[in-house]
């Protein structure tokens, strides 16, 4: 089975799924500049996102019997860098929602802002993917 025959049998789920992996690798390089900014670096976001997008993009490849299970994986893993992201920033959001300097840096709440939302998306789609056909039946 040729690659244009593969993607021509791919359906709405699959799709959903990409674009989530899409918004996890998105999330991925957000993530890299608020770390660059001086944010802190953990492992409970890098590792659960390149597992993320691993799932989401191994849809592609395998159609066996666990297939069902790579966009729940991803979901939990995606939540799982949304909270671990959400903790570790609650000090600059604190700061930049009290308007004053004590926990964290206010100004790398813009970036945890964007960073929550980008993951819940990331969530939403994996979840609604879960629930969908991933290939088209002849």
Not at 25 to 45: D, E, H, N
Not at 82 to 103: C, F, K, Q, R, T
């Amino acid at each position: 089975m040729g690659f244009a025959d593969k993607v021509t049998k791919k359906s709405l789920g699959f799709w959903l799924a990409l674009a989530a992996s899409v918004v996890a690798l998105v999330g991925l390089i957000v993530y890299f500049a608020y770390i660059g900014k001086g944010g802190i670096a953990s492992a409970g976001v890098i590792i659960p996102l390149i597992v993320a997008i691993a799932c989401g993009v191994g849809l592609f490849f395998y159609n066996g019997t666990f297939a069902d299970l790579l966009p729940i994986a991803a979901a939990v893993m995606t939540a799982i860098a949304l909270g671990v992201s959400l903790s570790d920033g609650v000090g600059n959001i604190a700061d930049y929602v009290s308007d004053i300097v004590m926990y964290g840096d206010a100004d790398l709440a813009g970036l945890n802002f964007a960073m929550v939302a980008i993951f819940a998306v990331g969530v939403l789609l994996y979840i609604v993917s879960c629930v969908m056909k991933k290939e088209r039946t002849a």
